[in-house]
């Protein structure tokens, strides 16, 4: 539990991440190079910018998605949040994170990573950084009822053809 494990397990991900499209291979590029120059680079002490966890929690037959209405944001986005020192890997924050904010327990994080993407934002450091996602793909359990954290503005279930309009979320 460290600043290098969560650096290690990003940097694995990101390495054996079987990314499709031309944006996705320069996006894990980019932030690749980013971990080689960036040691805490998975801890939002990092100003510049951070790793983050995305936890994607469709329902059991993966028919919905559980999205939260952010606060700060103003749009509809999937779970996840900010790398702790103690967390092991960026995966096991990513569950963390998702298991906090929908309040079900028993996720099934899938093994790989799910995605990755990067956006500008105001964060909990109070100044303009830019957000490293990397996005896991997670299970509820059948007949999963999300409760509302005070992360929250609001937390549903969308059916994956049927997002909202005010989302920036692009299933992979």
Known sequence: MSAGSLHDSATELLENWPAATGSEQSLRQAMLAFLGSAPRGCL???AAGHITASAMVFSHDER?????LHP??????QLGGHCEESDDT??????????E??????L??????????AH?????????TRHLDLLFKIRAPKGAVPVRSSESTDLRWWPVNALP???DLLLP
């Open 72 to 77: 700060r944001v103003g749009l509809w986005i």
């Open 44 to 46: 939002r002490e990092h």
């Open 165 to 167: 309009p005010e989302s």
């Open 64 to 68: 919905e998605v559980l999205l939260t």
């Open 120 to 128: 500008p934002i105001t964060c909990s450091l109070g100044r303009p």
């Open 90 to 99: 960026v995966a096991g924050a990513a569950l963390r994170e998702a298991t």
């Open 101 to 106: 904010e929908s309040g079900i327990p028993d």
């Open 108 to 117: 099934v994080l899938e093994p790989g990573l799910y995605g990755a993407q």
